[in-house]
Nanobody, 114 residues
Framework: QVHLVESGGGLVQPGGSLRLSCAAS????????MGWHRQAPGKQRELVAL???????TYAESVKGRFTISRDNAKNTVTLQMNSLKPDDTAVYYC????????WGQGTQVTVSS
């Protein structure tokens, strides 16, 4: 019914940048919130960034000032700009949308390593 597809992951050097994109099958304006979570091996999945329908944003303390979430309603996409990447940012990143129930993408791998 609702499909979310992430792209943009890959291997990057510490201090580098990546831009993740999430394409939704429907209008992202219909969701109460959209955002990004990540999960590293052996770790719990954690919230990275969230944007409400009204445009307010929430960031994990560990990424604040380095990551920026944005959206393009015309293209039905949400983007996570990731700067000053650290090895601790290595994880699978998942797009998430919420409207009465949650929807998840398949995830995209981000690896930060020298």
């Amino acid at each position: 019914q609702v499909h979310l597809v992430e792209s943009g992951g890959g291997l990057v050097q510490p201090g580098g940048s990546l831009r993740l994109s999430c394409a939704a099958s429907g209008s992202i304006a219909s969701f109460s919130a959209m955002g990004w979570h990540r999960q590293a091996p052996g770790k719990q999945r954690e919230l990275v960034a969230l944007m409400s329908r009204g445009g307010s944003t929430t960031y994990a303390e560990s990424v604040k000032g380095r990551f920026t979430i944005s959206r393009d309603n015309a293209k039905n996409t949400v983007t996570l700009q990731m700067n000053s990447l650290k090895p601790d940012d290595t994880a699978v990143y998942y797009c998430h949308a919420f409207q009465f129930q949650g929807y998840w993408g398949q995830g995209t791998q981000v690896t930060v390593s020298s």
